[in-house]
């Protein structure tokens, strides 16, 4: 991996804050803010569509993403955002009556309002698989519950608001060769994590660009499966999704859609967006994914041994195991006041609150989680003043 003073070099923002909100929305680096002004001034001399002919060789993230997931690029499809690539993928299947979706305890709350609609809309049953101590799936019961009723099993793969991890390869495994579809949401652990689509098994899987991979802001991917894509009519469509057919007469017959995963795209994005979120996924394929890992998890490992016995604040475990720590008030201080005497030190943290997962904010009993989140450009120096902020924040 580069040395430190290299990545922060790469990263503007590092001269101005202490940034451990990478869960939420991480710093660029300049490589990829880069792409994304020159592109966008390129538009401004010449026009967006000329600038988009002229740009054809740098939109480079169906090639680039299929390199880090373990795909290939025509199983990619590129979305204004996570949530736009979940819904383009749940929205377009369709349930009976009394078919399931077996979901589990840590799933983000927007994934579940999706779902919820979903369920009320065709009549399905949304089913919640057991967890264990740490929140995440149990397996046993997970495999207890799948039946020929599952329809689907939509997974969060890395909470967002501590650090649990479900066991998603796990699941694949149960899951592979039943009649059921099979989504995991990636958003919290592609970027900070190795996320390789063969080993999980699923059919679909979603990203998201402004967190751990650094990206832009309005960015994702939606990974489908070649061998998933075909079966299912996505909800919406464009020229971007097919052609129609006409008769002599001039009337529609027919209408072809796309064989790949690029059925599940709209035309019209950000072109700009498009560049930066290549830019950021070669900038991760450059510094390799493992490397990646090793250094968030060194820094996740320093901070929960410095706050293990903090005053007024209690870590939800497990606290190492991805790049999130949550940490709950543990004298009813509330939490958004600790957030902003960090960030008036300078220090970036952010928040989740209970609608944001509220199976697991319910079941533990709590409103509001204070989420600390480094990634690898964060020195050792900066995770040593973060700690101290948080001891002497919550002494007063």
Aim: aromatic share 6%; net charge negative.
């Amino acid at each position: 991996m580069k040395q430190i003073a290299q990545l922060r070099a790469d990263t503007p923002g590092a001269e101005n804050v202490k940034h451990f909100n990478n869960c939420g929305a991480a710093l660029m680096p300049r490589q990829v803010l880069d792409a994304q002004v020159e592109h966008l001034k390129l538009e401004s001399k010449i026009g967006a569509y000329e600038a988009a002919l002229m740009a054809k060789g740098k939109r480079t993230s169906y090639v680039t993403a299929s390199k880090l997931l373990g795909c290939e690029p025509d199983e990619i499809a590129f979305c204004d955002s996570a949530s736009r690539a979940w819904d383009a993928f749940v929205y377009s299947l369709r349930f009976d009556k009394g078919d399931e979706i077996l979901t589990s305890r840590v799933e983000f709350g927007a994934n579940l309002v999706s779902l919820g609609h979903i369920a009320k809309r065709d009549g399905a049953r949304i089913r919640i698989t057991k967890s264990r101590a740490d929140g995440t799936v149990d397996i046993d019961d997970f495999r207890k519950q799948l039946s020929d009723k599952t329809k689907l099993v939509a997974l969060t793969h890395a909470a967002a608001h501590y650090g649990g991890i479900n066991p998603v390869e796990a699941v694949g495994e149960i899951v592979a060769g039943t009649g059921a579809m099979y989504l995991v949401d990636a958003c919290q652990s592609f970027g900070q994590m190795p996320v390789d689509v063969s080993a999980i098994q699923c059919d679909a899987l979603t990203i998201t660009g402004r967190k751990w991979l650094r990206g832009p802001r309005g960015t994702g991917l939606l990974f489908v499966r070649s061998t998933t894509t075909q079966d299912i009519d996505p909800v919406l469509s464009d020229v971007a999704t097919g052609d129609v057919e006409l008769d002599e007469q001039g009337e529609i017959v027919d209408v072809k859609l796309r064989s790949d995963a690029r059925r599940f795209e709209l035309w019209e994005r950000s072109v700009a967006a498009e560049i930066g979120l290549g830019a950021a996924l070669q900038y991760l394929l450059d510094l390799g994914v493992e490397n990646v890992h090793a250094a968030v998890k060194e820094r996740v490992g320093r901070i929960a041994d410095k706050l293990s016995n903090l005053d007024g604040l209690k870590i939800i475990d497990p606290a190492s195991e991805s790049g999130v720590i949550g940490l709950r008030s543990a004298d009813g201080r509330p939490i958004p006041e600790i957030q902003q005497a960090l960030r008036s030190r300078g220090i970036n943290t952010s928040t989740m609150a209970d609608y944001d997962a509220p199976l697991d904010f319910s079941y533990r009993g709590i409103e509001t989680v204070l989420r600390i989140s480094p990634h690898y450009y964060n020195t050792f120096d900066e995770v040593d003043d973060l700690c101290e902020a948080l001891i002497d924040v919550t002494r007063r």
